[in-house]
Every structure is written in structure tokens, then in C-alpha cells.
């Protein structure tokens, strides 16, 4: 359910944030503004209060919420995504990775044989 949520806030976010492109010339677009950036941190709030670590869900939210926006800026906005750009979403991408990765506890070493045995 915390990923769940998460997604919700993301797509929450990465709405607001292309609206507000959109709001510079049809100024109807704030109202999704508002709302979606509300509806965002209510989610991340949620999340936080189900127990995810927030390096993680701040990394998370963020990371993905920059690369979706870039990508979709392109795609809507005809903005310009350069190979520079992508290997810098890519970057984000796998630091937000090692952060998820690295937060969960290392697994329980395994009980070394009693003294005296060999193999």
C-alpha cells in the first residue's frame, strides 16, 4: 500500500507540475496546480505515516517526479531532451536505486560451524 501511495503522490506531483507549464497561457490550469501539489504531499504524508523510511520516499518521489516531468515536458511541451539530459535522469534513476536498495537491514549471517569441525 506504500508504494501505492507513493505512485499516487508522484503522479500527483509530475501533474501539478506540467499544469503549471500549462497555466502560463491558459490560467484554468492553476486550479490542477493547487490540487495536485495538495494532493502530493497528503500522499507523501501517508506514506511516511505507513513507515517508509523518508530518505527513501523523498528520493523516490523526487527522482521519479524530475524524470517524469522531463520526459513528459518533451513529449507535451516540445521541450528539448538531450542525450546529456537522459544520462542525467538515468543517474538519478540508479541513485535513487542504491538509496532503496541500501535502506533495507543486511540480511542475518548464517551460523559458522562449531569449532572443530572441518570440512
Known sequence: MKWILL???I???VTASLSLKAALEQPVF?????????AA?????AVLRRGMALGVAYGVWAALGVAATALLSAALFGESLTPIM???I????AGV?????GSHPPAPA?????????A
Open 11 to 13: 503522479v500527483s506531483e
Open 86 to 88: 537522459l544520462a542525467g
Open 97 to 101: 536505486l542504491c538509496v532503496e536498495l
Open 110 to 118: 548464517t551460523a559458522a560451524a562449531p569449532e572443530g569441525d572441518s
Open 30 to 38: 492553476f486550479v490542477i496546480v493547487v490540487v495536485g501539489y495538495v
Open 41 to 45: 504531499f497528503v500522499l507523501l504524508a
Open 7 to 9: 505512485a499516487g503522490a
Open 90 to 93: 538515468g543517474l538519478v534513476i
